[in-house]
């Protein structure tokens, strides 16, 4: 059977922004924002929704509650064109809800709800079918919790034998030992963590200090995503930066990294070179920057328009 779609395997959350937000709104009962909005995210779910308006054809593996913003997630997603099918609804945890506050120059700070329905996924709600069959699967939420953690390896282990891409990004909430996440590391193909997460994760502080002790633990090409100076990779024949894009007009940072992953795991579903995918990748996160919210990005033509205007 020839392999035609991604799957992407993590956290979906249903989204309130608010923007601008000042760090001393405590100060005050009430703070006046210019807007509220309300959105889905989630790093499996932003991945899912920027690949399919890229053209990807993409699945969704993940978990939300039975409540009205279940529904909305759903319902957003299908709208999307991406494969809703294998999103677990269930009873016993309400959709895990992020309240984002977002300064002036847009950065953001999340408040969560802990016991909800992405904080509890369980290893049956896994269709191994579906990942068999993948070209790529993305592992979106690594370190979420120690139950989907176990989940994702044995998701990876199925696609691996199946001869899928594997790819993972960090989120960091609940960061263990390099030793306990070993047998997951052999696994993957590549990893998307941010600077600070893989700084926290390996404790090391330079980039190149930081991709060693990956590959040490078996990844096979170590992809940090660098902020304003793009990304930085590695393995083991090469390592290179690959610059970020300067037309852009800087919103929200919301999903900056999850648009990022999207756009590398294009170039991948696409059979492109490293770099070309770092550039796709670099351009899809430069994109999504100029929206509220991490479902922004409309389609490739935006990508490509961004990577025709150069880089830094």
């Not at 000042?22 to 779910?45: C, M, N, P, R, W």
């Not at 294998?86 to 700070?109: C, D, F, H, M, W």
């Not at 998701?155 to 899928?164: E, F, I, Q, R, V």
């Not at 696409?270 to 929206?291: F, G, H, T, W």
Request: charged content about 20%.
């Amino acid at each position: 059977m020839k392999k035609n779609n991604v799957v992407c395997f993590g956290l979906t959350v249903a989204d309130i922004l608010a923007r601008p937000v000042s760090l001393d709104f405590q100060k005050h009962d009430t703070t006046l924002v210019d807007e509220i909005a309300y959105a889905v995210g989630g790093d499996a779910f932003n991945e899912a929704h920027a690949l399919a308006h890229m053209g990807v054809p993409v699945k969704l593996i993940s978990n939300v509650g039975s409540d009205i913003w279940g529904d909305f997630i759903i319902k957003t997603g299908v709208e999307a064109g991406i494969d809703m099918e294998y999103v677990v609804r269930q009873n016993k945890y309400p959709t895990t809800t992020s309240i984002v506050l977002i300064q002036q120059a847009g950065e953001r700070n999340f408040i969560c709800n802990k016991e909800s329905s992405a904080m509890n996924f369980e290893p049956e709600y896994l269709d191994i079918p579906s990942i068999e069959n993948a070209k790529v699967l993305s592992l979106a939420s690594l370190y979420t919790c120690e139950e989907m953690d176990a989940a994702f390896l044995e998701a990876a282990k199925a696609a691996k034998k199946a001869g899928a891409i594997i790819t993972a990004d960090t989120i960091a909430l609940n960061v263990r030992s390099l030793e306990c996440s070993a047998e997951l590391f052999s696994l993957l193909d590549f990893i998307f963590p941010n600077y600070e997460e893989a700084s926290i994760i390996t404790k090391e502080t330079s980039l190149d200090g930081i991709a060693k002790v990956f590959l040490e633990y078996g990844v096979r090409n170590v992809v940090i995503k660098n902020g304003i100076h793009g990304c930085y990779i590695q393995n083991l024949n090469e390592k290179f930066d690959v610059p970020a894009y300067k037309n852009t007009r800087l919103i929200d940072t919301t999903g900056a990294g999850d648009n990022f992953a999207a756009g590398f795991i294009y170039g991948l579903f696409m059979d492109l070179p490293i770099r070309q995918c770092a550039a796709y990748a670099n351009a899809a996160a430069a994109v999504s920057i100029q929206y509220l919210g991490a479902g922004g990005l409309k389609n490739l033509k935006e990508v490509e328009d961004m990577m025709a205007g150069g880089c830094q």
